[in-house]
């Protein structure tokens, strides 16, 4: 199922009316329109954000069935809610933070497995790997391999908590649920060179803590801080 198909399932539970000419209404006429209780204006505002949320929940779940459901479910509530909506953020952005707070709670409540919360392959050891050139996951290997994996995803979730809450959260946010830096600074409505530096801040405290538990080599990435900063920037 598609993105498509959130315009059919959802337009399906609010009646037979035409869909309103998107192009010839501003969005916030529309958002009043449909606060107002009108079911095609509800109608078009899932037509024109569709696609990006279903793009978001995506890359949070990584599976096109739990995305779609995810679409769904987050424009159900918004349909719900619509006259509680003020208009302080614009409707997209509402949006997409109504999906990514459903992405979230599907991804908790799933048991699964299939979302381990620190995967070292989209963490900032990897990363940071990238940039040095240098492989740690190729350092280690044997028949303990498996196990040294498991220890050093433990310490590294360990030393995720240990940062500052903003810090975590833009952390997990880009590294966890992948999301681009231009969506992070939307969701939390902060500049993009604020999300760049709490990311730059995060990895160099991982990698800090990493060292003194002694799951790095002193020499394991192994560069200038603007190096590290250049690419936070490209």
Same mark, same amino acid.
């Given at each position: 199922m598609t993105a498509t198909a959130t315009n059919v399932t959802v337009a399906a539970g609010l009646g037979g009316r035409?869909? *309103?000419?998107?192009?010839?209404?501003s969005e916030q006429e529309v958002?009043?329109?449909?606060?107002?209780?009108?079911?095609?204006? +509800?109608?078009? *505002?899932?037509?024109?954000?569709?696609?990006r949320v279903y793009a978001l929940a995506m890359r949070i779940l990584r599976d096109p069935e739990w995305a779609q459901d995810a679409v769904q479910e987050s +424009? *159900?509530?918004?349909?719900?809610?619509?006259?509680? +909506?003020?208009g302080r953020a614009a409707f997209g952005t509402w949006m997409y933070r109504l999906t990514y707070n =459903?992405?979230?709670?599907?991804?908790?409540?799933?048991?699964?497995?299939?979302?381990?919360?620190?995967? $070292? $392959?989209?963490?900032?050891?990897?990363?940071?790997? $990238?940039?040095?050139? =240098?492989s740690f996951?190729? &350092?280690?290997?044997?028949?303990?391999e498996e196990v040294e994996r498991g220890e050093l995803r433990e310490q590294l979730g360990k030393a995720i908590e240990t940062l500052p809450e903003a810090i975590? =959260?833009?952390l997990v946010m880009r590294e966890i649920d992948g999301l681009p830096y231009g969506e992070i600074a939307e969701l939390l409505e902060i500049p993009k060179g604020t999300v760049m530096s709490r990311l730059f801040h995060a990895r160099k405290r991982l990698k800090q803590v990493l060292r003194e538990q002694g799951? *790095?080599?002193? &020499? +394991?990435?192994?560069?200038?801080?603007?190096?590290?900063? $250049?690419k936070e920037t490209s």
């Open positions: 035409d869909v *309103l000419p998107a192009h010839e209404l958002v009043l329109r449909a606060r107002d209780g009108d079911h095609s204006a +509800f109608r078009v *505002l899932v037509k024109r954000h569709e696609s +424009f *159900l509530k918004a349909y719900r809610s619509i006259r509680k +909506f003020e =459903q992405c979230l709670d599907m991804k908790r409540a799933d048991k699964s497995g299939r979302y381990a919360d620190w995967d $070292e $392959e989209r963490t900032a050891i990897s990363e940071e790997s $990238e940039v040095s050139g =240098q996951s190729s &350092s280690i290997r044997g028949p303990g975590r =959260q833009t799951a *790095l080599p002193s &020499s +394991f990435g192994a560069q200038s801080s603007e190096d590290e900063v $250049e």
